[in-house]
């Protein structure tokens, strides 16, 4: 299966790739809102993963981030994100990946997320080990405070007030640095490869998180996001990574603006 995966999520970035090369920028460029940007490269990345996906699993259910959807009631989801970072693909910017994830048994199962522009291939899962461009990614090291920072992630319609609230928090009270990347699934290869601590995200959805999710969590990290009782088409509000950071910042999902 990760094999089936890779190719295709490979094939995809292509696609999405051929966009992002092109002179005259992203094509197709719309707004959903406010900075919420949508391009035809993520609709055709999108369509590409939707057929590849019901090829190879006929009888699972897939969900993607701009609307495809097929048995939504099947017991195992495949969650897509076309292209995870489009305001950084529209602006020229590398922080981009196509992720695809697997939601089965009530929660995150397996995963493979791809950045093309920057050639890293990240996957692996509850039952398979975690690989980086075909080679063995380590547990996530111990937090050091010292040095710790951890990758902030907003959805468009967060409050400014909130943002601000969670930067302060970091700075503050944690005595710790936050980088923003513009890509879940970029601050995620990020915390992968033991650059960042935790990804902390306001407004997030599932696809942002899907495939990434049992991959840290087989790295030795921990979720904030309680599946069982959620649905995977809500927004979120999350922290994950090493057990240390998350308990730490925490206090950040409780906050209220002051």
């Known amino acids: 299966m990760r094999d089936q995966l890779i190719g295709l999520a490979e094939e995809a970035g292509e696609i999405g790739l051929a966009y992002f090369r092109n002179a005259g920028g992203a094509p197709g460029v719309e707004e959903k809102g406010h900075l919420d940007l949508v391009t035809l490269a993520d609709r055709e990345v999108e369509a590409f993963l939707f057929a590849g996906l019901q090829r190879l699993f006929p009888e699972d259910g897939i969900c993607g981030e701009e609307g495809s959807s097929l048995n939504p009631d099947a017991p195992r989801q495949w969650v897509?994100?076309?292209?995870?970072?489009t305001f950084n693909f529209v602006r020229g910017m590398d922080p981009?990946?196509?992720?695809?994830?697997?939601?089965?048994?009530?929660?995150?199962a397996f995963g493979v997320i791809h950045a093309p522009a920057r050639r890293e291939t990240l996957s692996g899962g509850r039952d398979a080990e975690v690989l980086l461009?075909?080679?063995?990614?380590?547990?996530?090291?111990?937090?050091?405070?010292?040095?710790?920072?951890?990758?902030?992630g907003f959805s468009t319609d967060t409050p400014v007030e909130k943002e601000?609230?969670?930067?302060?928090?970091?700075?503050?009270?944690?005595?710790?640095?936050?980088?923003?990347?513009?890509?879940?699934?970029?601050?995620?290869?990020?915390?992968?490869?033991?650059?960042?601590d935790a990804c902390l995200g306001f407004g997030v959805r599932s696809w942002d998180v899907m495939a990434a999710l049992p991959m840290i969590e087989r790295l030795g990290g921990v979720s904030t996001i309680d599946w069982p009782s959620s649905d995977i088409l809500q927004k979120f509000d999350y922290i994950a990574g090493s057990a240390e950071a998350v308990?730490?910042?925490?206090?950040?999902?409780?906050?209220?603006?002051?």
Request: charged residues 20%; proline residues 8%; positive net charge.
């Open 164 to 196: 601000l609230a969670a930067i302060r928090f970091i700075l503050e009270d944690m005595k710790m640095s936050y980088r923003h990347c513009g890509s879940t699934t970029a601050a995620f290869l990020m915390l992968a490869a033991g650059q960042v």
């Open 133 to 152: 461009n075909g080679k063995v990614v380590p547990p996530l090291p111990a937090l050091d405070s010292r040095r710790g920072v951890i990758a902030v």
């Open 247 to 258: 308990a730490l910042a925490r206090p950040i999902l409780d906050r209220r603006p002051a």
């Open 80 to 85: 897509i994100d076309p292209i995870d970072g």
């Open 96 to 108: 981009w990946a196509v992720s695809i994830g697997l939601y089965a048994q009530g929660s995150p």
